[in-house]
């Protein structure tokens, strides 16, 4: 059975990074991202092959807090906003740890096609935000 395109993205946001280790579960990227056909529009190749969202994470370690969230989808389309506030433990767009708290506003869209995420768009958007937080 063909699972929704919004059950997909659920399941990549509640279980493909793991807080505690720091790390993807290669399990769940692999279960939800056709990773021959995947193409980030925003970071120009795959999610886990470009190490940025691992570099977010790390940089506020497990001071994260998520404030609000909403997951819209139409079609075969799925958006992610949340809000964050979190801790700068670590180092995070060039700037070494500064013990700062920040809040950052954070908006993605996914496309899905059979079943798994072939396309990405945005999670930049607050970068300059969050860098004149922590600067």
């Known amino acids: 059975m063909e699972r929704d395109p919004k059950a997909v993205v659920e399941r990549f ?4 990074w793991d807080p505690v280790a720091q790390r993807w579960d290669t399990g769940v990227i692999a279960e939800c991202f056709d990773m021959e056909r995947y193409h980030s529009h925003t970071w120009g190749a795959g999610l886990v092959e470009t190490g940025r969202m691992g ?6 370690g497990r001071e994260l807090e998520q404030l609000t969230e909403a997951l819209v989808a139409e079609g075969d389309r799925v958006v992610y906003h949340a809000s964050w506030r979190a801790t700068h433990v670590g180092p995070l767009l060039g700037v070494a740890a500064t013990g700062r708290t920040v809040e950052v506003n954070h908006v993605e869209i996914w496309r899905v096609e059979d079943g798994r995420i072939v396309e990405h768009w945005g999670g930049v958007g ?4 969050l860098y004149a937080q922590i600067t």
Request: aromatic share 22%.
């Open 55 to 60: 570099e977010f994470f790390a940089g506020f």
């Open 13 to 16: 946001l509640d279980d493909g």
């Open 126 to 129: 607050e970068a300059a935000h």
